[in-house]
C-alpha cells in the first residue's frame, strides 16, 4: 500500500494489518458494548455484535467495480495478491487492533464490565470489510485458524474467485456470503462493472457451488432505479442455487458510494420488505425476520438452524 492509501483510511477509521488487511470498528460494535442496539447478523444468527471483528484480508483487491460500493474505486487492485502475510500474522494483528481500538470505552457509563470484558475476547470474524478475501491466497488456512481458535467466520465475496470456493469446500467458513446484485447479465454488467469479461460465468459457477456449503446465503444488494427490479430474475437465480438464506438489502449511499449514488437511490425498509414479497412468492421461501433500521430481511425455506451458538 501506498502512504496516501494509508492515509485515508487511517482518517475513516481503519486500522492496517500487515501489508493488505485491516479491521474497522464498526458502529454496531460499538453500540452493541453500550447496550443499545445490535446488528443484523445478531438478530437473525445470534453473533454477538460487541465481540465481532469487522475485518478485511484484500484491502484493494477485487474483481468489480460496484456503484453502491463504500470502498475508493480508485484504488481497486484486479490481482491476486502476491507474497502475502501469513494467516497466523493477519489474525494476531487483526485481533490486537480490534481490541486497542475498544479500549478507549472502558470508561464509558453506558459500558458494563460484563460487555467490556466480552469484548476483550472476540468471538467473530466478519471477513466483509473492504476488497474479496477470495482474492488472499491463503484464505483456507485463514478459515481455519480462525476456527483453531474457537471463532466463527462471515465469509462475503462476489463470486468471481469460483476456484477460490472450490478449494474452501474442504476449509468451509461458518458461513459463506455470495453477493448478487443483479437480475440478469445487462444489469450486472452496468452495476457491478467487473475488471474481467467473463466476470458473469464466474458469478454463475460459484452461485451453483453454495448448495455445497453448510450455512449458504446469497445477498441482494439492491439500489433503486439501477438494480431493484426483475423480482423475477433474482427468483429465477435464487430457485437455481437453493441458498440456505437469501438476505436483501437496501444499497446506501455511504463511504465513497455517496459520489456514485444519490439519497433516493437508497431504498426504504417497507420497498425491500415489498421485494422480498415478490420473490418470495416466485421461490419455495418465505420471510421470517427483518431488521428495518438495517434495511434488510431474511428469507428461508424453514426457520429453523438460523441461530448458532457463538459462546
Same mark, same amino acid.
Given at each position: 500500500? %501506498?502512504? %496516501?492509501?494509508?492515509?485515508d483510511?487511517e482518517?475513516?477509521g481503519y486500522r492496517?494489518?500487515?501489508k493488505?488487511? *485491516?479491521i474497522?470498528?464498526?458502529l ?5 458494548l453500550?447496550?443499545? @442496539?445490535?446488528?443484523?447478523k445478531?438478530?437473525f ?10 475485518s ?5 483487491n477485487?474483481l468489480?467495480n ?6 475508493c474505486?480508485?484504488y481497486?487492485d *484486479? ?6 502475510d501469513e494467516p497466523k500474522?493477519i489474525? @494476531?494483528?487483526?485481533?490486537k ?12 457509563d ?7 470484558n466480552?469484548?476483550m ?5 466478519a471477513?466483509?470489510?473492504?476488497g474479496?478475501?477470495t482474492m488472499?491466497?491463503k +484464505?483456507p488456512?485463514l478459515?481455519?485458524?480462525i476456527?483453531?481458535? %474457537?471463532?466463527?467466520?462471515?465469509l ?6 469460483? @476456484?477460490m ?5 474442504q476449509h ?8 448478487l446484485?443483479a ?5 450486472y454488467?452496468?452495476v457491478?462493472?467487473p475488471?474481467?469479461k467473463?466476470g458473469?460465468?464466474r458469478?454463475?459457477?460459484?452461485l451453483?457451488?453454495l %448448495? ?5 446465503t ?13 423480482a423475477?430474475g433474482?427468483a ?5 442455487v437453493q441458498p440456505?438464506f437469501?438476505?436483501?438489502?437496501a444499497?446506501m ?6 459520489y456514485?449514488m444519490?439519497?433516493?437511490n437508497?431504498?426504504?425498509?417497507e420497498?425491500?420488505?415489498e421485494f422480498?414479497?415478490?420473490? *418470495? ?6 420471510i421470517?425476520?427483518?431488521k428495518?433500521n438495517?434495511?434488510?430481511?431474511? +428469507?428461508m425455506?424453514?426457520?429453523?438452524y ?6
Amino acid at each position: 500500500m %501506498k502512504n %496516501k492509501q494509508i492515509q485515508d483510511l487511517e482518517k475513516q477509521g481503519y486500522r492496517i494489518v500487515g501489508k493488505h488487511s *485491516a479491521i474497522k470498528v464498526c458502529l454496531w460494535c460499538k453500540r452493541s458494548l453500550c447496550g443499545e @442496539d445490535v446488528c443484523y447478523k445478531n438478530t437473525f444468527y445470534g453473533i454477538q455484535s460487541h465481540r465481532c471483528i469487522q475485518s478485511s484480508v484484500s484491502l484493494f483487491n477485487c474483481l468489480h467495480n460496484c456503484q453502491f460500493c463504500w470502498r475508493c474505486l480508485e484504488y481497486t487492485d *484486479a490481482k491476486v495478491i502476491e507474497n502475502p502475510d501469513e494467516p497466523k500474522i493477519i489474525l @494476531d494483528g487483526l485481533i490486537k487492533e480490534h481490541k486497542e481500538f475498544l479500549q478507549g470505552f472502558k470508561g464509558n457509563d453506558k459500558v458494563t464490565n460484563k460487555l467490556f470484558n466480552e469484548s476483550m475476547e472476540p468471538k467473530h470474524i466478519a471477513l466483509s470489510l473492504a476488497g474479496d478475501a477470495t482474492m488472499y491466497p491463503k +484464505l483456507p488456512e485463514l478459515i481455519d485458524l480462525i476456527h483453531e481458535r %474457537k471463532m466463527t467466520s462471515f465469509l462475503v465475496t462476489n463470486g468471481l474467485m469460483p @476456484d477460490m470456493l472450490e478449494k474452501l469446500l474442504q476449509h468451509q467458513p461458518t458461513q459463506l456470503y455470495i453477493t448478487l446484485a443483479a437480475p440478469d447479465k445487462e444489469t450486472y454488467l452496468k452495476v457491478c462493472r467487473p475488471l474481467v469479461k467473463d466476470g458473469w460465468e464466474r458469478l454463475q459457477k460459484a452461485l451453483q457451488l453454495l %448448495k455445497k456449503f453448510q450455512r449458504s446465503t446469497i445477498r441482494l444488494t439492491l439500489v433503486k432505479y439501477l438494480n431493484m427490479h426483475n423480482a423475477k430474475g433474482y427468483a429465477e437465480e435464487v430457485s437455481k442455487v437453493q441458498p440456505m438464506f437469501v438476505e436483501l438489502k437496501a444499497g446506501m449511499p455511504v463511504g465513497y458510494a455517496q459520489y456514485r449514488m444519490i439519497y433516493e437511490n437508497m431504498p426504504r425498509h417497507e420497498e425491500i420488505k415489498e421485494f422480498a414479497k415478490e420473490i *418470495a412468492k416466485l421461490t419455495n421461501y418465505k420471510i421470517v425476520d427483518e431488521k428495518e433500521n438495517s434495511r434488510v430481511v431474511l +428469507l428461508m425455506k424453514e426457520d429453523k438452524y438460523r441461530k448458532l451458538n457463538f459462546n
